[in-house]
């Protein structure tokens, strides 16, 4: 690579652009404005250690600030924290930041809503207009060898300088004012070898951590913290595995450094080291020299992939003339001994070609690891056997032999998972050593990974200094791709011959096409504490829920929707540069979105388990997060301002005409209504096709014309049944309160979800309208909303009435329930955030203001084909849920009801049923 491509970074300071944050600046202050700081005394904190104090963490801003500061009120300003691990071979760094770059302001005021008081319980109106972040995690590693590289990483950063921990000094926060200096955890041998010298580079004092205290502190908090941190890996594929929390422990972690130690481990703080062997990393690094002109580790695990260990191995059938062993149930492919050929063949040494030899070595160790591994957890009756060191580096031979060792010793009863972050589990554990760092009280559904802009080339690592702003990214990218440096999907190998280890035939993964090194690494991306996310508490089976509907496990699935999603790039692009005036800085940022995006999809064509477990959901909020990361942060904006107005102009008559039907005939233009409405779906391509043949108001007329029962899925009856009741039989009582999760702007919302949620309001239930908390396409959001819900209550008493009890027309006077002039209260309508930023949404990590007010509801309304379709669509909740889509996409149509384009899906299901279900 060239050099002024080599010298640009891969690791962005400001690539996890948030909006809500404040921007960096040299004196490390916040910018506040003229607001005050919130109440409340600093803790006491230790003169040594930094300190991580999330208490208190609350929106802070003016009222028309439409991207709030977020304030850690009890926290010194702009802290950085960093803990290191440095091996022999690999230095690994955990740091954690509050700041990211401040986006471009919206055109789009946002104001702060107030709680208002209803019949006993408070309220909420809006409480934030983003998701509140309290900083996020980055994992980055060199090689030691490359020490200087480190060093002038952490300087560049400014990890160690007084102004990046706060304006009171960093003394004051990671050192002491003694001639000690600063002090920072570290492990690892070279946190002894190197400390003199990061002295004097840094002047910081290094603090040795017991290194396999550290390896379970951070093993323990990734398999909390972390989703899908935990796979198997067997025959080339790689599964995740879900592990509850209270079924973690005990569980064996096998450290494969340059020795091994197993370690069993039976809660946090609570470990013994059960045994070893000198046999590991070291062993298969140090032979692989003298046997083959290897320089490094990684070269000597890509020569195996080459290799034939059958040339170099004794097998059984070597001994018993190509035949099985079959009375003690060895086969002939069984490796008898290992290196066992050179010293009966008539070779000479320099006649072995070196990827046999390096195989041959690989799996000697990796089998002699699995098997003492599998014989400690049987000893110990433990389940569970993680693998981490750097002798695993993500290569999946080495994974697959140790799979197939503890497959083949435990005869199936025990698998060997990984860990995506296993390099790193020493750096996080120093990190977590820190007296207060508080972020081990925080659970799977607090953290949120991304992968910014350098995630689909650099895998964690880092070329050259830190890209500082937006410009020095784009610029990367355009010097990136111009040096034709592409992602290409894997190139099939040539197979080796029949292979296998002492007691073993050879690996089924073998036959497969295995890909190199580099290829199967899984991807570290910048993980995200939200403090502010809990999971939905309705779902009916939270331990087996999975949002996506769609499997994208099936190659040709997952080729189709990255084909979707490649194809919708351009209009993408178009649409997200004319949203920012059509300029120079617009088109080059649009270019080097869509190139960044397309890398994303590229390594995921290369490695669909790079990011953790996929689906569609995954696919689109990358996308998203994508777009910001350029600054697009509302690509659609002046799209949906032109809908809302037309779809407003038309909604009195509208009303008028829903208000001339009888009960009966009003609930089915309602529900035909929303599902007509949502054919409004700038993320489909037929929609788009559609938009340029007519205006919106042609648009959904013809779709209301066309809406005939049955539908494809039709459970209207048995909706209608629970609204209002069999003949003959007591009508049933009103919903409490229903959660309307809307989908687009324009008709979907106006004149589709809105009359539906008048009429909930008319029949005295509470209706809560859950929208996007960051743009999605399209899809209208929470800061919009208040403004629409305001336009269209001045054309309907009981919107108005609802709304200003519900807090959303705080400049309203308010209604008093008792009034002559209103003599039936009107219950409130609000509008709460989902916390996401998706189409879709998962309900294992949701706004706490949602949580909040779900837990009183008893009916839950999914509109759009991303929250009731792409997910959700098999989720069962614990009270009456209906799901409402109109499918605009064939092969979703094909694939889940058995339908066409613009078939409709009506599915409701009874929360009493599912109470009744067995479980």
């Known amino acids: 690579m060239a050099d002024d491509l080599a010298r640009s970074s891969l690791v962005d300071a400001g690539s996890d652009t948030v909006a809500g944050l ?77 700041h990211a770059e401040s986006p471009k302001k919206s055109a789009t005021p946002v104001k702060t809503y107030v709680w208002k008081q209803w019949g006993e319980g408070i309220l909420p109106g809006i409480h934030s207009a983003f998701p509140v972040l309290g900083g996020r995690l980055h994992f980055v590693k060199f090689e030691t060898s490359k020490l200087n590289d480190c060093l002038e990483f952490i300087e560049s950063k400014k990890l160690h300088c007084c102004h990046a921990f706060g304006q009171d000094g960093y003394a004051t926060q990671v050192g002491d004012t003694s001639d000690e200096g600063p002090i920072i955890k570290a492990t690892g041998g070279g946190a002894f070898k190197y400390a003199d010298l990061f ?43 879900q592990i509850e929390l209270n079924e973690l ?90 290196f066992g050929k050179a010293i009966t063949g008539n070779k000479e040494l320099s006649d072995y070609k070196q990827e046999d030899i390096a195989l041959s070595l690989l799996r000697m160790i990796s089998y002699n690891i699995g098997q003492i591994a599998y014989l400690n ?10 693998f981490g060191g750097f002798f695993i580096r993500g290569h999946a031979y080495t994974m697959d032999t140790i799979s197939f060792a503890i497959g083949f010793w435990s005869k199936g009863q025990a698998e060997a998972m990984f860990l995506r972050h296993e390099g790193f589990l020493g750096a996080l554990g120093a990190f977590l050593s820190y007296d207060k760092h508080g972020l081990a009280n925080f659970t799977a559904h607090h953290f949120v990974e991304r992968f910014p802009m350098g995630a689909p080339y650099a895998r964690g690592e880092i070329h050259g200094p830190v890209i500082r702003d937006l410009n020095e990214k784009i610029t990367w990218m355009e010097k990136f791709v111009q040096k034709g440096i592409e992602i290409t999907a894997p190139v099939p190998m040539a197979l080796p011959g029949t292979t296998g280890v002492a007691g073993f035939d050879r690996p089924l993964g073998r036959s497969g096409s295995l890909r190199s090194d580099a290829s199967a690494t899984l991807n570290v991306g910048v993980l995200h504490l939200v403090p502010s996310l809990e999971p939905f508490p309705l779902i009916a089976d939270p331990k087996g829920y999975e949002p996506n509907t769609i499997d994208l496990s099936d190659h040709e699935e997952r080729e189709y929707w990255f084909n979707i999603l490649s194809d919708h790039l351009p209009s993408l692009v178009e649409t997200a540069v004319a ?45 998203e997060e994508c777009l910001r990361e350029f600054h697009f942060m509302d690509a659609y904006r002046a799209i949906k301002q032109r809908e809302n107005e037309a779809s407003l102009a038309v909604l009195p008559d509208l009303l008028l005409e829903l208000d001339s039907m ?24 037929a929609c788009v096709e559609l938009y340029q043949r007519g205006t919106i108001i042609e648009i959904y007329r013809m779709s209301r014309d066309k809406m005939r029962r049955p539908w494809q899925v039709d459970d209207f009856d048995a909706f209608q049944d629970r609204w209002m ?20 702007s324009g008709a979907d919302i106006v004149l589709g979800m809105l009359p539906l949620a008048r009429e909930l309001l008319r029949h005295g239930t509470e209706v809560v309208l859950v929208a996007n908390s960051l743009p ?22 009981i919107l108005r009435k609802a709304a200003e009890i519900g807090g959303l027309l705080v400049d309203a006077v308010a209604i008093d329930s008792e009034s002559p002039k209103d003599p039936l209260p009107v219950p409130p309508l609000m509008v709460v955030e989902n916390g996401c930023g998706s189409p879709c949404i998962d309900f294992r990590q949701i706004s706490s203001e949602l949580a909040a007010v779900a837990k009183d509801a008893d009916l839950i309304v999914l509109e759009g084909m991303g929250r009731a379709l792409h997910t959700n669509f098999k989720t069962a909740f614990k009270c009456d849920s209906l799901k409402l889509a109109m499918i605009k996409n064939q092969h979703l149509a094909e694939k889940l009801v058995n339908g066409a384009i613009y078939d409709c899906v009506c599915q409701y299901e009874s929360g009493q049923l599912v109470k009744n279900l067995p479980r």
């Open 199 to 241: 002295k004097e580079r840094l002047g910081v004092t290094l603090d040795k951590e017991d290194e396999m205290g550290c390896l379970v502190a951070g093993a323990n908090f990734l398999l909390k913290a972390i989703r899908d941190e935990a796979f198997t890996h067997m025959e080339g594929q790689k599964q995740f595995v």
């Open 22 to 98: 404040p921007e960096n600046n040299s004196t490390g202050e916040n910018n506040m404005g003229n607001n005050e700081q919130p109440l409340g005394a600093p803790i006491q904190r230790s003169p040594s250690r930094p300190q991580l104090d999330l208490s208190g963490a609350a929106i802070h801003g003016s009222m028309e600030d439409c991207h709030p500061t977020i304030l850690l009120p009890n926290q010194s300003d702009d802290i950085l924290h960093f803990a290191i691990d440095i091996g022999g071979s690999l230095i690994k760094l955990v740091y954690f930041s509050r």
């Open 249 to 338: 422990f005990p569980y064996l972690l096998v450290n494969i450094g340059s020795g091994v130690s197993m370690i069993k481990v039976d809660g946090d703080g609570k470990f013994q080291r059960i045994s070893g062997t000198n046999l590991g990393g070291g062993t298969f690094w140090g032979l692989g020299r003298l046997l083959t002109r290897c320089k490094n580790f990684d070269e000597i695990l890509e020569l195996s992939q080459q290799g034939d260990n059958s040339t170099v191995d004794m097998l059984v059938g070597d001994i018993y003339g190509g035949l099985d062993y079959s009375k003690i149930g060895l086969s002939s492919s069984t490796i008898a001994s290992s």
């Open 725 to 744: 009741g069999r003949e003959g039989e007591d009508p049933p009582k009103p919903y409490k309160r229903a959660l309307l999760f809307v989908d687009n």
């Open 579 to 623: 949203s920012e005036g059509g300029t120079d800085n617009a088109k080059r940022r649009g270019d080097a979105f869509a190139k960044a995006f397309r890398a994303h999809l590229a390594r995921l064509r290369e490695e669909p388990a790079a990011y953790g477990k996929l689906g569609l959901a995954n696919l689109f909020e990358l996308r």
């Open 662 to 685: 009888d009960d009966s005939a009003r609930l089915l233009a309602l529900i035909e209504g929303v599902l007509a409405a949502n054919i409004f779906d700038w993320g489909s391509t």
């Open 776 to 797: 999605a396409i399209n899809d209208i959001t929470v800061t919009e909303l208040p403004s629409i819900v305001a336009a269209a209550a001045k054309h309907c008493d």
């Open 377 to 386: 957890a049987l000893r110990y009756h433990i389940k569970r056997i993680f």
